[in-house]
């Protein structure tokens, strides 16, 4: 049963819709008479071992509400992975303020510090009921059928193209977005989202699932924009050679590392520059912009999927029902589709998500691999939510009829 002391904590890259989660999970949790506290850690497990705590107990439902509807993560959040030693901190604070409940909510490194949080816990026979909460822009959560975070991130993604098609067709040239996956390609392929038209853009879509060859690269953008005038394309971060060496080395003399030796492919406009150069370079057209999503799909303010905040809250409220009714220790919260569109929420393992990456399927890319397919648009059309802007475009056919220039 859940009772006595919840904490919960938020892990990674923030997201428009983590604190519905939060809030999820502390309304939720705050319904069973036997919890006397929800806490929460400032900086994910950097703040438990640290001991920052705020006492959520105290919030007002009002301000809750609030909280929930502001994108990014309210209590702060870290990159830190525990190891073993890590664990023993977190044990030892979690057993000094009588912590009975952890609440997790991350992606796939929080899912993993989870699993150790947990697996710690068993092996020193502490009472504890650790459970993992699902989120990620990147969509790349095993189990699951997407994760919170991804719609709302991919309707941006999905609005910013169908805004940089409407300026493409107005001044025509090649334009190069670059948009965050390093494994998986979900959000770059939500790109095709804003699609309305036969020939809107992006009419070239590049996903790490796939090889990136840059001379048929540039072959390709050729292509269309002989054919249409104009030519745009999103790529993935994480394009790669045969070797699985990502483009942005090969292309580049130096590269940053982060601090877990990680190529580091966000933040920074040097993919976009290098591809628009080589574009440049082999062929005639001369007017080539690129651009780099970078953080901005992660919390982008007014432009949260419906669909998307309905379930975050949902994971949240879900975890606490689990902890209190599923008879089980530890777990993570997965989504699951039901029918065209409905979801479901499970208690699966965490040993099922954790350190493990889910990629795009082979039937939602196209042979060609520069594109996506019917398939992958069925999967994310429901998830882009109801409120998704359109495009209209005047009626080409009502042309004057010329006087001077017959020719």
């Known amino acids: 049963m859940l009772k006595g002391k919840v904490l919960i904590a938020q892990g990674g890259g923030p997201t428009a819709v983590i604190n519905q989660s939060l ?29 920052d705590f705020l006492d959520l107990t105290r919030e007002t439902d009002a301000n809750l509400e609030a909280v929930g509807a502001t994108p990014c993560s309210a209590l702060g959040s870290t990159r830190d992975k525990p190891d073993q030693k890590y664990c023993e901190e977190i044990s030892r604070v979690l057993k000094a303020h009588d912590i009975g409940t952890f609440f997790y909510i991350g992606g796939n490194d929080s899912s993993d510090a989870a699993r150790l949080v947990a697996e710690h816990a068993q092996k020193t026979s502490h009472d504890l009921t650790c459970i993992h909460i699902p989120k990620t822009i990147d969509n790349d959560l095993m189990v699951n059928d997407h994760t919170p975070g991804f719609p709302s991130a991919a309707k941006f993604v999905s609005s910013a193209f169908a805004g ?73 971060e994480g394009i790669h050679d045969t070797k699985g060496t990502p483009i942005i080395s090969k292309l580049m003399k130096t590269v940053e590392k982060d601090a877990h030796g990680n190529i580091q492919l966000s933040g920074t406009g040097a993919l976009a520059d290098v591809l628009c150069d080589e574009i440049k370079a082999k062929t005639s057209i001369s007017r080539v912009r690129g651009d780099t999503f970078g953080y901005l799909q992660r919390s982008f303010l007014g432009c949260v999927s419906d669909i998307d905040q309905v379930e975050a809250r949902e994971v949240g409220a879900k975890a606490a029902q689990f902890a209190h ?25 965490i040993t099922d998500v954790a350190a493990k990456t889910k990629v795009m399927s082979a039937n939602m890319i196209n042979k060609e691999g520069n594109n996506i397919t019917p398939k992958f648009m069925e999967y994310l059309t429901p998830l882009l939510g109801s409120n998704m802007p359109t495009v209209s475009r005047l009626d080409t056919s009502n042309k004057v009829k010329k006087i ?3 020719n």
């Open 325 to 349: 009714f599923s008879g089980k220790k530890h777990g993570t919260v997965t989504i699951h589709r039901v029918g065209n569109y409905a979801v479901e929420y499970k208690l699966s393992k």
């Open 404 to 406: 001077l220039n017959k």
């Open 164 to 236: 940089v098609n409407q300026d493409n067709a107005a001044l025509k040239g090649v334009y190069v977005g670059v948009v965050m996956g390093r494994h998986a390609g979900f959000m770059t392929a939500a790109a095709a989202g804003g699609r309305t038209y036969n020939d809107d853009g992006p009419h070239l879509i590049y996903l790490p699932e796939r090889t990136f060859n840059t001379k048929q690269f540039v072959s390709d953008v050729k292509k269309v924009y002989d054919r249409l005038g104009r030519c745009i394309v999103a790529v993935s």
């Open 23 to 51: 809030v999820g999970a502390i309304l939720e949790s705050r319904k069973f008479p036997g919890v006397e506290h929800v806490y929460g850690a400032l900086h994910g497990v950097s703040g438990i071992v640290n001991e």
